[in-house]
């Protein structure tokens, strides 16, 4: 229970700080293409752009890390949650404890996987039938949405990789204003899925077995 609690408290604390990360980066851009408007249009030099681009660089080192921690940190709670709901259910579930661990990191197994899984710790754990359909219906907006971040994001990567002019460079900075407010409502429907489900969690450690 307090390894649980560990990492439920650390992922839920790296999911604040990746919204408000995102904010951060929402208002960024949207200083970058009044910039490059700017430029686009000969009021201001093209050398503003320089330090914007440095600026951008740094910004995805550090986004980069807080996803990366962000991954870990929830995969260990989801691994530690799953195990658990196994030994309290006798349902059926899909999969040993062990593949939740990896379920967001392999190809393929990662576009069904941990939906599955997310269900079926919500069906174990869950003791009020009042908060059944709330929970699915969070776990589905949650995969969802994720869904689309991974098929929006990828597709800025293939269709930008080599950014021709500052007109392409503006289009890009406006996608990504789209993909940083998808996630960060990704972001804040994840912080009340887990929450609800360490209610449930909870409850049940304080219940007489």
């Known amino acids: 229970m307090k ?20 904010v951060f980066q929402l208002c960024f851009r949207a200083y970058v293409i009044v910039i490059l408007n700017s430029v686009i249009n000969g009021s201001q030099s093209s050398e503003q752009v320089k330090p914007i681009i440095d ?11 807080l996803l990366a921690t962000w991954i ?18 006798r349902q059926h579930f899909s999969y040993k404890p062990i593949w939740a661990l990896f379920s967001l990191i392999i190809p393929v197994f990662n576009l069904f996987a941990p939906y599955k899984i997310m269900h079926e710790i919500w069906s174990a754990e869950n003791v009020d039938l009042s908060q059944e359909g709330t929970g699915k219906k969070l776990i589905n907006t949650w995969w969802f949405l994720g869904l689309i971040l991974v098929v929006f994001s990828r597709y800025l990567n293939d269709k930008f990789q080599d950014v021709d002019g500052l007109d392409e460079f503006m289009k890009l900075e406006c996608y990504y204003l789209i993909l940083y407010g998808l996630s960060i409502h990704y972001f804040y429907i994840l912080r009340k899925l887990l929450t609800m489900v360490n209610s449930q969690q909870m409850y049940r450690d304080k219940s007489p077995a």
């Open 3 to 22: 390894t649980r609690n560990i990492f439920f408290k650390t992922t839920i604390s790296i999911i604040f700080l990746l919204i408000g990360f995102r």
């Open 72 to 89: 870990v940190c929830f995969l260990i709670w989801f691994y530690i949650s799953y195990k658990r709901a196994q030994t309290y259910s």
């Open 55 to 65: 600026e951008l660089a740094n910004e995805q080192v550090f986004s980069n890390i």
